[in-house]
């Protein structure tokens, strides 16, 4: 019979896979010495920088202080200088274009000093600003072709770092593209933008409060990273997966996540080496990573880091996706960190916890120990609920992507109906609210989990709900429908806005209602929470998200399913989504309707090569292999029939109807 010698071969390779190189030593070198070492971090600078300087730059980027441009030069020697000692040859500003991707283009220090040898050079006009040929990165019409110019301009609050290749080391620069025009061309820009429209906003509220404090208030991120392992032996034989990142035939496997034995496993060993390697090599980067475990599917995992300012947290999940993928290849695997690689398994999300705050207030959805008494709290969660309710659509326009399509509402993941999960605790307050009386929370009650040397867990208020896309989980929000392959930057923006909205509206009827008399602040809050929850309790819903019920009764609630990215994308154009974004300074409306068009041919562009793959691979793989079976059961039925047997073989029937119906599709 026919066989798969692509498959055999990688059977052999696996079974002969051996570690390239020696193992890690976290023994000789301690996580805490690596931590951080490859950053130009604050005690670098504190250590190296002239005092008046560190000053200055410290206030811009703890403060958001605007940037003393004369400082520059003095900054970049520093850099330049530390980056050499370290090894570094070239710096490069990177970037984050709307592909989702990373972008770097590097340039030597190195310069002729005209005597034939050579100075290395860099200076405060190359450290602040950029100029890469834009021309071939998608602006949707905001920067024509003939003037390529786009900028880059250095972000001062994401450190700059070194990435190590076995060759040499080169710097790295965070840094915003932008047109010549002064329009966004990536993903930074907007996200800086929405921090600084939610402060604003943020401050307005809390100053009502009596709530003081120096810092800027901002958004807080922590992206739960999912993704696939596969042998890259496997890969090479699949032009499917090398190309599309996912399969596009093959049969379901007898044995797939059924059992549920994968999730929590025991980590296979090369995959924990992987894992390992990625840490440390995260850890240099001061990416505080944290967690690690088996996922749900087969060959399936997810990484955590710990929670950081939005804008960190995005630039490090973007060198987390960096970092697997290119250590995968070290251990003789493949990172895929495609939405759905394999039909009828789970495939990656990236589970965004989300909230609002600083280092002296910490997270502003945290409830405290009563809630209701939270007053301060309960106003920040309303402006949550009511954004949801009003931008639900919008965020999930953020997600919306070919592969993602094949990943929400598929039993896995969180339906396209965006709604808020509340908890039971939480949902009682605003009952109560919005029937106009508010005595005691549900206190939190004592778990008792029946083994004597076991302490009472004290019971999480946000009990877990895992078919919610929004849930609140205690002291932030988790939204889970962003995919595992997305840049966390679109939904944190519309995040940012769609908040800073809703507080904006708060601040301004508190104002109206309290004339700077804080004696009337109590009754006015407790009027405008009412009105809140009646208007916009809809958004919220606790049950399963996963049921044929819930899409029934998300429709008579009025809250939109948008199922496909074509459905999702024009909202980003929709009259209210545009007020909002240029309201609040964050994006303008030849910027959004550039995200719309861009987003929308990345979509046409994916279906497209899917498609001529599918095409290709039936034509060239599957018909010739089908073919030659048919030719062995042909030549079996012939056979027989040559000795005696009138036999007419059923699977000759079958797959030679297949092979017509193969030919008629791929026509
Ligand atoms: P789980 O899988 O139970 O949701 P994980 O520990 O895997 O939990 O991930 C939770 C993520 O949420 C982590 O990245 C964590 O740092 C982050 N997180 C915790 N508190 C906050 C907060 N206040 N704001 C934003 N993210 C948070
Ligand atoms: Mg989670």
Known sequence: MSGIQARLNAISAVINYKPAHAPLNFHDTKPTDIFGANVFNDKVMKHRLPKDVYRSLKKTIELGEKLDASIADVVANTMKDWAIEKGATHFTHVFYPLTGMTAEKHDAFLVPDGKGGALAEFSGKMLIQGEPDASSFPSGGLRSTFEARGYTAWDVTSPAYLLENPNGTFLCIPTAFLSWTGEALDKKTPLLRSNQALNKQAKRVLKLFGTDTKLPVTSYAGPEQEYFLIDRNFVFARPDLLIAGRTLFGAKSAKGQEFEDQYFGVVPRRVLSFMMEVERELFKLGVPVKTRHNEVAPGQFEIAPIYESGNLATDHNQLVMTTMRSVAKRYGMVCLLHEKPFAGINGSGKHLNYSVGNADLGSLFDPGETPHDNAQFLVFCAAAIRALHKYGAMLRATVATA?????????????????????????????????????????????????????????????????????????????????????IAGSLVALNTMMSESLDYIATELEKATKGDVKKLNAAVQTLLQKIIKEHDAIVFNGDGYTEAWHKEAAKRGLPNLKTTPDALPVLTSKPVIDLFTKYGVLSAAELKSREEIYLEMYAKTLKTESALMVRMATTIIFPAAMRYQSELASACANLKAVGHDYKMGALEDVTAKLRGLQASVA
């Open 403 to 487: 592969s993602n399509d094949h990943r929400l509402g598929a039993n896995e993941a969180p339906p396209a109906i965006m709604s808020m999960y509340l908890g039971e605790q939480l949902t009682d307050v605003f009952e109560q609210i919005k029937k106009g009386k508010l005595k005691g929370s549900k206190t939190k009650g004592i778990m008792h989990i029946g083994v004597d040397t076991l302490p009472p867990l004290p019971m999480d208020p946000g009990d877990r709900n895992r078919t919610s896309p929004f849930a609140f989980t205690g002291n932030r929000f988790e939204f889970r429908a962003v995919g595992s392959a997305q840049s």
